[in-house]
Protein backbone atom coordinates (compact mmCIF):
# COMPACT_ATOMS: atom_id res chain seq x y z
CA UNK A 1 0.00 0.00 0.00
CA UNK A 2 0.64 3.22 -0.46
CA UNK A 3 0.06 7.31 0.34
CA UNK A 4 -0.10 8.87 -2.90
CA UNK A 5 0.49 13.00 -3.13
CA UNK A 6 -2.96 14.87 -3.51
CA UNK A 7 -2.67 18.03 -6.06
CA UNK A 8 -2.98 21.04 -4.43
CA UNK A 9 -5.38 23.46 -6.27
CA UNK A 10 -4.89 26.13 -8.07
CA UNK A 11 -2.98 22.87 -10.16
CA UNK A 12 -4.50 22.66 -13.53
CA UNK A 13 -4.78 19.00 -13.50
CA UNK A 14 -7.24 19.19 -11.13
CA UNK A 15 -9.39 20.18 -14.07
CA UNK A 16 -8.73 17.07 -16.30
CA UNK A 17 -12.50 15.53 -16.80
CA UNK A 18 -11.77 11.70 -15.74
CA UNK A 19 -12.13 8.40 -18.28
CA UNK A 20 -14.60 5.97 -17.70
CA UNK A 21 -12.62 2.69 -16.06
CA UNK A 22 -12.69 0.24 -19.20
CA UNK A 23 -12.13 -2.94 -17.20
CA UNK A 24 -12.06 -3.11 -13.20
CA UNK A 25 -8.61 -5.03 -12.61
CA UNK A 26 -5.62 -5.68 -10.35
CA UNK A 27 -4.46 -2.05 -11.29
CA UNK A 28 -7.48 -0.77 -10.44
CA UNK A 29 -7.97 -2.86 -7.47
CA UNK A 30 -4.39 -0.96 -6.33
CA UNK A 31 -5.58 2.14 -6.50
CA UNK A 32 -8.52 1.88 -4.81
CA UNK A 33 -6.43 0.47 -1.70
CA UNK A 34 -4.00 3.40 -2.63
CA UNK A 35 -6.55 5.58 -2.31
CA UNK A 36 -8.44 4.60 0.64
CA UNK A 37 -5.22 4.92 2.69
CA UNK A 38 -4.61 8.05 1.27
CA UNK A 39 -7.89 9.92 2.27
CA UNK A 40 -7.89 7.70 5.84
CA UNK A 41 -4.37 9.04 6.87
CA UNK A 42 -5.36 12.61 5.57
CA UNK A 43 -8.02 12.41 7.03
CA UNK A 44 -10.93 12.88 4.84
CA UNK A 45 -14.39 11.42 4.18
CA UNK A 46 -14.10 10.98 0.32
CA UNK A 47 -11.23 11.20 -2.40
CA UNK A 48 -11.89 11.09 -6.40
CA UNK A 49 -8.44 9.65 -8.60
CA UNK A 50 -8.64 12.45 -9.88
CA UNK A 51 -6.88 14.59 -6.68
CA UNK A 52 -4.31 12.12 -7.04
CA UNK A 53 -2.87 12.87 -10.63
CA UNK A 54 -5.34 10.16 -11.76
CA UNK A 55 -7.63 10.38 -14.36
CA UNK A 56 -9.64 7.91 -14.34
CA UNK A 57 -13.53 7.58 -12.63
CA UNK A 58 -12.87 5.94 -9.38
CA UNK A 59 -14.07 7.30 -5.90
CA UNK A 60 -13.77 6.40 -2.30
CA UNK A 61 -15.99 7.39 0.14
CA UNK A 62 -16.34 6.69 4.73
CA UNK A 63 -18.47 8.92 5.74
CA UNK A 64 -19.32 6.39 9.33
CA UNK A 65 -18.35 7.38 12.68
CA UNK A 66 -15.78 5.12 13.46
CA UNK A 67 -13.47 5.11 9.53
CA UNK A 68 -14.85 1.45 8.82
CA UNK A 69 -17.81 1.59 5.86
CA UNK A 70 -15.45 2.34 3.09
CA UNK A 71 -17.70 3.09 -0.16
CA UNK A 72 -15.85 2.69 -3.46
CA UNK A 73 -17.25 3.85 -6.51
CA UNK A 74 -16.04 3.02 -10.03
CA UNK A 75 -17.54 4.62 -13.24
CA UNK A 76 -20.20 6.19 -10.70
CA UNK A 77 -23.56 8.31 -12.07
CA UNK A 78 -25.81 10.47 -10.47
CA UNK A 79 -29.11 8.85 -11.70
CA UNK A 80 -31.79 11.53 -9.91
CA UNK A 81 -31.19 14.69 -8.02
CA UNK A 82 -33.64 15.85 -5.02
CA UNK A 83 -35.64 18.92 -6.05
CA UNK A 84 -34.52 19.51 -2.55
CA UNK A 85 -31.28 21.27 -1.93
CA UNK A 86 -29.45 21.54 1.33
CA UNK A 87 -26.52 24.13 2.43
CA UNK A 88 -23.46 22.03 3.64
CA UNK A 89 -20.12 23.87 4.80
CA UNK A 90 -17.69 21.63 2.27
CA UNK A 91 -13.95 21.01 2.75
CA UNK A 92 -11.11 19.97 0.20
CA UNK A 93 -8.16 17.85 0.93
CA UNK A 94 -7.20 19.73 -2.17
CA UNK A 95 -8.07 23.04 -0.75
CA UNK A 96 -6.64 22.88 2.62
CA UNK A 97 -7.62 25.43 5.41
CA UNK A 98 -10.56 26.36 3.19
CA UNK A 99 -14.17 25.40 4.15
CA UNK A 100 -17.40 27.29 2.93
CA UNK A 101 -20.84 26.67 2.38
CA UNK A 102 -22.26 24.97 -0.86
CA UNK A 103 -25.88 24.45 -2.04
CA UNK A 104 -26.29 20.81 -3.54
CA UNK A 105 -29.21 18.59 -3.60
CA UNK A 106 -30.21 17.04 -0.15
CA UNK A 107 -30.92 13.30 -1.77
CA UNK A 108 -30.06 11.38 -5.10
CA UNK A 109 -29.67 8.21 -6.20
CA UNK A 110 -25.97 6.91 -7.81
CA UNK A 111 -25.01 3.94 -9.67
CA UNK A 112 -21.68 2.43 -10.02
CA UNK A 113 -19.31 -0.47 -9.90
CA UNK A 114 -17.71 -1.76 -6.97
CA UNK A 115 -14.00 -2.94 -6.79
CA UNK A 116 -15.43 -6.56 -8.63
CA UNK A 117 -16.70 -5.20 -11.52
CA UNK A 118 -20.18 -5.91 -10.20
CA UNK A 119 -23.07 -3.04 -10.95
CA UNK A 120 -24.83 -1.46 -7.81
CA UNK A 121 -27.09 1.59 -7.13
CA UNK A 122 -27.66 3.23 -4.16
CA UNK A 123 -29.95 6.36 -2.49
CA UNK A 124 -27.46 9.16 -0.49
CA UNK A 125 -28.43 11.80 1.78
CA UNK A 126 -26.84 13.86 4.71
CA UNK A 127 -23.81 13.95 4.27
CA UNK A 128 -23.36 11.10 1.96
CA UNK A 129 -25.20 13.16 -0.59
CA UNK A 130 -23.02 16.07 -0.15
CA UNK A 131 -19.89 13.77 -0.56
CA UNK A 132 -21.02 12.19 -3.49
CA UNK A 133 -21.44 14.90 -5.45
CA UNK A 134 -18.51 17.18 -4.64
CA UNK A 135 -16.43 13.64 -5.39
CA UNK A 136 -18.34 13.39 -8.89
CA UNK A 137 -17.71 17.39 -9.55
CA UNK A 138 -13.99 16.16 -9.15
CA UNK A 139 -14.15 13.73 -11.71
CA UNK A 140 -15.51 16.77 -14.18
CA UNK A 141 -12.45 18.88 -13.01
CA UNK A 142 -14.56 20.97 -10.87
CA UNK A 143 -13.13 21.87 -7.39
CA UNK A 144 -15.62 23.21 -4.47
CA UNK A 145 -14.80 26.44 -4.38
CA UNK A 146 -15.82 26.74 -8.13
CA UNK A 147 -19.37 26.88 -6.51
CA UNK A 148 -18.44 30.21 -4.60
CA UNK A 149 -18.73 33.49 -5.95
CA UNK A 150 -15.79 35.01 -7.86
CA UNK A 151 -15.05 37.73 -5.34
CA UNK A 152 -14.38 34.31 -3.04
CA UNK A 153 -12.77 32.49 -5.38
CA UNK A 154 -10.66 35.53 -6.19
CA UNK A 155 -9.58 35.71 -1.76
CA UNK A 156 -8.86 32.41 -1.65
CA UNK A 157 -6.51 32.12 -4.48
CA UNK A 158 -4.86 35.05 -3.39
CA UNK A 159 -4.61 33.75 0.08
CA UNK A 160 -3.19 30.33 -1.40
CA UNK A 161 -0.54 31.99 -3.87
CA UNK A 162 0.37 34.35 -0.66
CA UNK A 163 1.24 30.98 1.16
CA UNK A 164 2.95 29.59 -1.69
CA UNK A 165 5.53 32.40 -1.69
CA UNK A 166 5.64 32.51 2.22
CA UNK A 167 6.92 28.84 1.51
CA UNK A 168 9.32 29.21 -0.90
CA UNK A 169 10.78 32.04 0.89
CA UNK A 170 11.08 29.80 4.09
CA UNK A 171 12.79 26.64 2.21
CA UNK A 172 15.34 29.17 0.24
CA UNK A 173 16.28 30.64 3.82
CA UNK A 174 16.22 26.94 5.22
CA UNK A 175 18.70 25.99 2.35
CA UNK A 176 21.24 29.00 3.67
CA UNK A 177 21.50 28.33 6.99
CA UNK A 178 22.25 24.59 6.85
O1 LIG B 1 -12.79 15.28 -1.87
C1 LIG B 1 -12.19 15.72 -0.90
O2 LIG B 1 -11.42 16.63 -1.01
C2 LIG B 1 -12.46 15.12 0.47
C3 LIG B 1 -13.40 15.97 1.32
C4 LIG B 1 -14.81 15.44 1.17
C5 LIG B 1 -15.91 16.34 1.65
C6 LIG B 1 -15.99 16.76 2.95
C7 LIG B 1 -17.02 17.56 3.38
C8 LIG B 1 -17.99 17.92 2.52
C9 LIG B 1 -17.90 17.50 1.22
C10 LIG B 1 -16.88 16.70 0.78
C11 LIG B 1 -12.94 15.88 2.76
O3 LIG B 1 -12.92 14.84 3.32
S1 LIG B 1 -12.47 17.34 3.54
C12 LIG B 1 -12.04 16.82 5.21
C13 LIG B 1 -13.22 16.49 6.04
O4 LIG B 1 -14.34 16.83 5.72
C14 LIG B 1 -13.04 15.73 7.29
C15 LIG B 1 -11.82 15.53 7.84
C16 LIG B 1 -11.68 14.81 9.02
C17 LIG B 1 -12.77 14.29 9.64
C18 LIG B 1 -14.00 14.48 9.11
C19 LIG B 1 -14.14 15.21 7.93
ZN1 LIG C 1 -12.44 17.76 -2.73
Redesign the pocket.
Known amino acids: MALLPILQYPDERLHTVAKPVAQVDDRIRQLVKDMAETMYD???????AS?VDVHERVVVIDVSEEGNDLLVLINPEITWYSEESQV?E?????VEGVYDKVERASEVKVKALDENGKPFEFHADG?LA??VQ??LD?LDGKV?VEHLSLLKQNRILTRIRKQQREAKKAAAAEKVTV
Do not use: D, I, K, T
Request: a negative charge; glycine letters at 14%; proline letters at 5%.
Open positions: APGVGLAQYEGCLSLVCHEHF
